[in-house]
């Protein structure tokens, strides 16, 4: 079957997207595929851009065509690849919402397109929307507790991560190790205590990439423990904060100062980690008021766009271009979390011709 060739491939610079497998009907989710909050969303005030609508409508992750075409699109735009949340039940010995990850393995095959692995601890969210409450610290919601789960060696798991990795189109360092992302070392870490660095060192053969925010305790052991380098997911938001709404460009200048925090910090290659924006309101039932909590009732930059969107991927170009590493977005399509560049009825393909821009 001929190839299909990404032409963007032969820079230098690299740009890779977080990839979300919540957009299909699975057996874990009692509450179904994610589009069934998305579309339901409300705003919360006037000028809040809910509910998000795809231009393509409400897909189904796991059918091959949608893959196909999803695959396509990003490699027109310039993008090389996927990161692709991995979860693993340790209870019960098997994965979970990994559908789209094995139809995106198999079709995958028939691009210059790569992928790699984002193994979250904890477990995706059963029901959603989260239920609103006085629970204080998120930490304290019952359905964070019951998501929250204990490392135990396990075999089928590191056979199941090795199977995956060695894909001819898995993502690979400058080395040849492939990647592989850890979120978060610092719930491991809380977990596991010391045992983190035996943990961790099941993978030596893999670039461990360590996901972490500025403030992670863990970032100058990270070297020492056995992490290879170090990436964010989304640092674009101060979730600290005490404003309910936060600007686009006021958040894209703090993001220099979050970057350089963390590599002032370790000697660790750092991939700095570009997102389209931040709203968290599908997750959460619709409160009254706009109120700051816990995830999901937190912050929320309301006036996300390509515009501040570009401005902070040319921040993370100069970095990554000095530092020679690759650039990471979130997300391709986080939906339900408000920071995705797939086309929507808004925008549009406006968020991929920036990262086009970008390489040209």
Same mark, same amino acid.
């Given at each position: 079957?001929?190839?299909?060739? $990404? ?23 009692? &509450? ?7 579309? &339901? &969303? ?38 090389? @690849? ?57 930490? $304290? ?42 979120? =978060? ?71 220099? @100062? ?9 000697? !660790? ?11 968290? =309101? ?22 996300? $766009? ?49 990262? !086009?821009?970008?390489?040209?």
């Amino acid at each position: 079957m001929h190839k299909f060739v $990404n032409e963007k491939s032969s820079g230098i610079l690299k740009v890779f997207a977080y990839y979300y497998p919540g957009f299909f009907d699975d057996e874990y989710r009692a &509450s179904g595929t994610e589009w069934n909050i998305v579309k &339901s &969303s409300k705003p919360r005030k006037k000028g809040h851009y809910q509910p998000r609508i795809p231009v393509v409508g409400y897909y189904d992750q796991c059918n091959p065509n949608s893959c196909r075409e999803q695959i396509e699109l990003a490699i027109k735009y310039g993008i090389n @690849g996927f990161m692709i949340c991995y979860y693993w039940d340790f209870e019960n010995s098997k994965p979970v919402m990994n559908q789209p990850l094995d139809n995106l393995m198999e079709v995958i095959k028939d691009f210059d397109f790569e992928f790699n692995l984002l193994w979250v601890l904890r477990l995706p969210h059963r029901y959603l929307p989260i239920e609103n409450g006085k629970y204080g610290n998120y930490r $304290n919601h019952p359905w964070f507790k019951k998501r929250i789960q204990s490392y135990r060696k396990d075999l089928r798991f590191e056979a199941e991560i090795n199977r995956i990795c060695a894909h001819p189109n898995y993502r690979k360092d400058q080395l040849g190790k492939p990647i592989f992302q850890v979120y =978060s070392i610092s719930e491991l870490i809380d977990l596991m205590g010391s045992e983190t660095k035996n943990i961790l060192n099941y993978f030596n053969e893999f670039n461990i990439q360590g996901v972490c925010g500025s403030e992670d305790s863990w970032i100058e052991d990270a070297k020492a423990m056995g992490v290879d380098s170090l990436t964010t997911y989304v640092t674009l938001v101060d979730f600290n904060s005490q404003k309910v709404i936060l600007k686009h460009s006021e958040c894209v200048k703090e993001q220099t @100062g979050v970057w350089n925090q963390i590599c002032s910090r370790s000697i !660790l290659p750092f991939y700095p980690s570009v997102a389209s924006g931040w709203d968290a =309101s599908p997750r959460g039932t619709y409160a009254r008021g706009f109120r700051i909590k816990k995830f999901p009732w937190s912050p929320v930059v309301i006036d996300a $766009n390509p515009s501040d969107f570009e401005d902070n991927l040319v921040l993370a170009r100069d970095l990554a271009t000095k530092n020679d590493v690759d650039i990471h977005i979130a997300s391709w399509n986080e939906w339900s979390e408000g920071h995705y560049i797939e086309p929507d009825e808004k925008f549009g393909n406006s968020f991929l011709e920036k990262v !086009l821009n970008l390489k040209q």
